[in-house]
């Protein structure tokens, strides 16, 4: 059973930066889409980032040239480096991942078999 935890949100200015984590436990072996998903109060949660096992992002529109997504493999461990932070992406934040078809992952995937509990992301203006 793969678990997953995430840590890294807080509650930050317009304009500023996080470096959200996602530290991957249980995994024994194998390839996995990875990603970063994001639900605001009365929306339906939605795609932020993806990573296929291969290390090919996908991102939603809305955080393109601001968010990066990125693993490392030896410390098993997803990020979700945010710049330039806008009041709308406050949100909770989840980290995901899925062992189904891992280098075919774009954002706008469903259906991830694992899911952490999710970190809080603020921004206020």
């Known amino acids: 059973q793969v678990h997953l935890a995430e840590s890294g949100g807080d509650s930050v200015q317009l304009g500023g930066s996080l470096r959200l984590s996602c530290a991957v436990s249980?995994?024994?072996?194998?390839?996995?889409?990875m990603g970063w998903f994001r639900q605001a109060p009365g929306k339906e949660r939605g795609g932020v980032a993806t990573?296929?096992?291969?290390?090919?992002?996908s991102y939603a529109d809305a955080v393109k040239g601001r968010f990066t997504i990125s693993k490392d493999n030896g410390k098993s461990t997803l990020y979700l480096q945010m710049n330039s932070l806008e009041p709308e992406d406050t949100a909770m934040y989840y980290c995901?991942?899925?062992?189904?078809?891992?280098?075919?992952?774009?954002?706008?995937?469903?259906?991830?078999?694992?899911w952490g509990q999710g970190t809080q992301v603020t921004v206020s203006s």
């Open positions: 995901a991942a899925d062992p189904r078809s891992p280098f075919n992952c774009p954002v706008t995937r469903a259906g991830f078999a694992y």
């Open positions: 249980g995994y024994t072996g194998g390839s996995y889409c």
């Open positions: 990573l296929t096992s291969a290390g090919i992002p």
